[in-house]
């Protein structure tokens, strides 16, 4: 199972950015994926999750403002995030729990800056 993300970078204040992380070694239609996040110095934290049903859920303090999409043909999931904050400085991760286990991508880094 390999999980690739990218589309991470510095953008100011009340930009946008938009994440992908590609899967490959699972039945992708069939998994429930996830983004979380690790901001400096703290522990990694749910962001957004989708279910292989289309079921969105999002932590508090992004919604209204990221948006999580899956395009099973593409084996891929998106993160939408507008309106970022300095707080939402982190390296985001994507999840794939499949079978026992869960599977997590290498990180990219999204920095905004105060």
């Known amino acids: 199972v390999q999980l690739v993300e990218s589309g991470g970078g510095l953008v100011q204040p009340g930009g946008s950015l938009n994440l992908s992380c590609v899967a490959s070694?699972?039945?992708?239609?069939?998994?429930?994926m996830g983004w979380y996040r690790q901001p400096p110095g703290k522990q990694r934290e749910l962001v957004a999750t989708i279910t292989s049903g289309g079921t969105t859920n999002y932590a508090d303090s992004v919604k209204g403002r990221f948006t999580i999409a899956r395009d099973n043909a593409r084996m891929t999931v998106y993160l939408q995030m507008s309106s970022l904050k300095p707080e939402d400085t982190a390296v985001y991760y994507c999840?794939?729990?499949?079978?026992?286990?869960?599977?997590w991508g290498q990180g990219t880094q999204v920095t905004v800056p105060s």
């Open positions: 999840r794939a729990p499949w079978g026992v286990n869960a599977y």
């Open positions: 070694g699972i039945v992708f239609s069939f998994a429930d």
